[in-house]
């Protein structure tokens, strides 16, 4: 099958997935759009939004839809590395067998992220970059495809930790989750107060999902696009010199190398699922809040004027 055709595959079983998913979820259409890209792009998503806005039932319906193996892990103060990665325990005959923790699944939901020291947050590094874990000196490679899908509440709520800039980093996406509309939450509550629960069906598998993020990869992009996004990355930095002056005065650290790829692997896959042989400029502009949000870090100039990050970002089209 040629690329183009394989792109013309992949628009049409996009749409299906998302009438899938819609099965049961409401409305979220963005949030559910900006994960879809990043696990076509074979990057990590952060969801940040308060309890209660069915974070945990997206993750766990996406994964079903995709066909892909899931685990949950409760993030909370008590919990220690070894509970996520496993542990060597002696055996019978008196020697060490690993036994693999829930961080062996094809896609990790990692609920709370930010209720468990970083200590235990760092446990995920590893697992994110190179897509390994080391223990006690031995290294075990993930299932591909792998996704750490984590939701995390608002800083400012009680009992959490900041997560450090090294792991925010490792996810291609930061999402917001708002309240739904009142229309969206009347649809929810009459869907969720019945004995009715309606169910994805898994409409890919582990097999398709690596040959269209092989496909993404092969996709052509203009220098002009490259160049585009690399010159909003670079703006985003306040010692630049082509840093506006509101990056200047609000930004006190700006995204680094990996948000320029993730800029051009997230408009590839914006661009394919909407039907385009090639990104161009638009698809970057598409992404870029999302992956950029979470990599700029607000100086207290910016908090006590009640300056947004999304409203920065804009600054830079």
């Known amino acids: 099958m040629s690329d183009v055709a394989a792109i013309d595959e992949l628009v049409a079983k996009h749409q299906a997935l998302k009438t899938e998913i819609a099965k049961v979820i409401v409305g979220q259409q963005t949030v559910i759009d900006e994960i879809l890209i990043s696990v076509f792009s074979g990057g990590h998503a952060l969801l940040v939004g308060v309890p209660g806005l069915a974070k945990t039932l997206m993750v766990n ?143 890919f598998d582990a097999n398709q999902i690596i040959k269209f993020q092989q496909l993404i990869r092969r996709i052509p992009v203009a220098d002009n696009v490259v160049e585009y996004a690399v010159g909003m990355v670079g703006k985003t930095r306040p010692k630049s010199t082509q840093a506006p002056q509101m990056i200047k005065d609000y930004i006190d650290w700006g995204a680094g190398p990996r948000a320029s790829q993730n800029l051009i692997l997230g408009a590839k896959t914006h661009a394919a699922v909407n039907g385009k042989y090639s990104p161009d400029i638009e698809d970057v502009q598409a992404v870029a809040t999302g992956i950029l949000r979470h990599r700029l870090i607000r100086n207290y100039k910016a908090e006590a004027e009640g300056v947004t990050i999304e409203t920065i970002i804009e600054s830079l089209f």
């Open 61 to 203: 319906t996406i994964a079903k839809a995709l066909g892909l193996d899931f685990k949950r892990i409760q993030f909370t103060p008590d919990l220690m590395p070894s509970d996520i990665l496993g542990s060597e325990i002696l055996d019978e005959s008196r020697t060490f067998k690993f036994i693999k923790g829930p961080v062996f699944a094809n896609i990790i939901l990692a609920d709370e992220i930010n209720r468990t020291p970083p200590k235990t947050q760092a446990a995920l590094l590893e697992a994110m970059q190179e897509r390994i874990v080391t223990v006690a000196g031995k290294r075990y490679p993930l299932q591909l495809p792998y996704f750490v899908l984590a939701t995390q509440n608002p800083i400012e709520q009680e009992g959490t930790y900041p997560l450090p800039e090294a792991q925010l980093d490792r996810f291609m996406f930061a999402i917001n989750l708002d309240y739904p509309s009142f229309e969206e939450e009347v649809a929810v509550v009459k869907a969720t107060t019945t004995d009715h629960k309606p169910t994805a069906e898994a409409l």
